[in-house]
């Protein structure tokens, strides 16, 4: 199937990937969204982490859509989750039980995606075979080991650049899901990233959730700040590290030190820079801490 079908086409379809998704307990939005974009044809596979008891209703799922079903032969193990909910996770015998991954997408093309993660498991053919930019592919492949995406994506943003939103891969915390899919991104700009939102968004909005949309575009903007193992959401300022921020506009998300999560909760207001914040409690600073900054330019009319 390729394009948007007709009206009532596409509301069987959104009804069938909705009843799919919601058979796996590890799904959420963005997972329905890259399930509709393979639907529509601009995604090649999905993938899924799936438990024996939910496959065989994600299979009958997926042929209702006339989509194929190819699970793997190895289990997936939760190696951690770090403070945003990313899951990492290790390849394990299927004898010792648990989830495993399936691959979900159109006849011939997912049948080597399920050999390939459950012999050499190659994320070059992996990613490739899932519609991944080939950047951040290849980023992937330097973090072997379990390194977490999010450092590396800060440390490759450029002092007091403002980054497109639609490359702005930690919307997730906030909107519920992102418009480009699941995956590890390589950095903020990355204009393979930027592509995939807008086909989402697109996507989105052609199926008539217009409620997704409207929690992206209300938080694309945000400027974030990456500090002490956490994540500060700031409200949408033009330069927010021109003066205080009241502490009451801001996010939290991660797991920061004790140190840094008792100023968070004592202070009053935040002073940003490009290399650093502090925590102040009506004007007295409280903790001063290294970061970074990363702000994003508005992606058209709201």
């Known amino acids: 199937m390729r394009g948007l079908p007709d009206p009532a086409h596409r509301a069987r379809i959104l ?5 799919l998704i919601e058979q796996v307990r590890r799904a959420r939005f963005t997972q329905l969204l890259e399930l509709l974009r393979v639907c529509t044809g601009s995604k090649p596979a999905i993938r899924l982490i799936v438990n024996d008891r939910e496959a065989g209703s994600v299979e009958r799922a997926a ?55 459950s012999s050499r498991c190659s994320d070059q053919v992996l990613g490739r075979g899932l519609g991944l930019p080939q950047c951040c592919i290849e980023a992937q492949v330097r973090r072997r080991g379990g390194q977490s995406w999010i450092a590396p994506w800060f440390e490759r943003a450029r002092p007091g650049f403002r980054y497109s939103a639609w490359s702005n891969a930690l919307v997730t915390p ?44 209300d938080n694309c903007c945000r400027p974030i700040v990456s500090v002490e193992g956490a994540l500060l959401f700031l409200p949408m300022t033009p330069r927010p590290e021109a ?56 992606v058209g009319p709201r």
Not at 178 to 194: F, I, K, S, V
Not at 254 to 278: I, N, Q, Y
């Open 63 to 117: 042929r209702r859509l006339g989509l194929t079903f190819r699970p793997t032969r190895v289990r997936m193990v939760e190696t951690y989750r770090d403070g945003l909910g990313n899951l990492y996770t290790h390849r394990a015998p299927w004898s010792t039980g648990g989830p495993f991954s399936v691959f979900v997408g159109p006849e011939g093309h997912i049948e080597h995606l399920a050999e390939e993660e």
């Open 243 to 298: 003066g205080r921020i009241p502490l009451r506009s801001t996010l939290v998300r991660g797991s920061p030190p004790l140190d840094f999560s008792k100023a968070l909760r004592e202070g009053t207001d935040l002073r940003v820079d490009l290399r650093a914040v502090t925590i102040e409690r009506t004007g007295e600073p409280l903790l001063t801490a290294m970061s970074r900054l990363v702000r994003f330019r508005p």
């Open 15 to 19: 009804q069938d990937s909705v009843a």
């Open 174 to 217: 906030l909107s519920g899901w992102n418009p480009a899919g699941e995956y590890d991104p390589c950095r903020p700009g990355c204009r393979g990233t930027a592509i995939r939102a807008r086909e989402g968004l697109r996507v989105a909005k052609a199926f008539g959730l217009t409620g997704l949309v409207k929690a992206w575009r």
